[in-house]
């Protein structure tokens, strides 16, 4: 089968994407996501490209994985940032930052006409303000347990791989460290939220790569 090359400049600020299309069309012309290369300059822009992969990915509902080596960082996923976000909350209520993260994310997820009403400001009720509570007085592993099932957020195929990620890391952690939030949430900031999202090779995995290492 004769292979496809394409070179592309584009403004992610001002254009879309335009790899997006070369990948539907190579699909609808017979290849795999497997067959698909994507080679960028350095890490920033792997960064860029699988952050747009990841969007068309949740938007279309399409089937593929994405590998890179520096690209897809734990953090770069919605449901993660709600999670330390009601982490940093439970320890601070008042932190308006985090709070317009929860808010936003229930925005966005609304399961209820009650979320469906909220906006960044929004402040909490009864019962959130006792679940923070009771998210205080828990170890890291455990409060991120208890979030997970309080937002149902297993029910969702879309960000598992980032939800096993950051329990993994999470379970990691409490396995050589002090278990609390606080602790957690420090070594978070320093090295946590920097690990990369772990994919294995498979028919289904678009790569991307710096130029530097596909010498």
Known sequence: KQGIAEVTLFNPKLTPPPFIETI????????RYKDILILVRGAP?????????????????????ILTSDAL???SCDVVKFIIALMRLAIDTHNDVERGIYNGYLMQHAKSEEQNQRHYGSTFSDEELQLL??????SALEA???????????????????LQAIHEQILAFTSNHIAD???????WDE???KETLSVEKSDDTIEITTIHKSK
Do not use: P
């Not at 509570?133 to 828990?138: F, R, T």
């Not at 939030?181 to 070594?187: E, K």
């Open 24 to 31: 539907k069309n190579a699909i609808s012309r017979g290849y």
């Open 45 to 65: 822009d792997a960064s860029k490209v699988a952050k747009a992969l990841y969007d068309y990915k949740l938007s279309s509902n399409a089937d593929f994985n």
């Open 73 to 75: 960082t734990i953090d």
């Open 133 to 138: 509570s009771d998210i205080a007085h828990l």
């Open 144 to 162: 991120f347990e208890l979030i997970v099932e309080h937002y149902e957020l297993h029910t969702s195929c879309k960000h598992i791989a980032y």
């Open 181 to 187: 939030i606080q602790h957690y949430l420090a070594w």
């Open 191 to 193: 090295r946590g939220s």
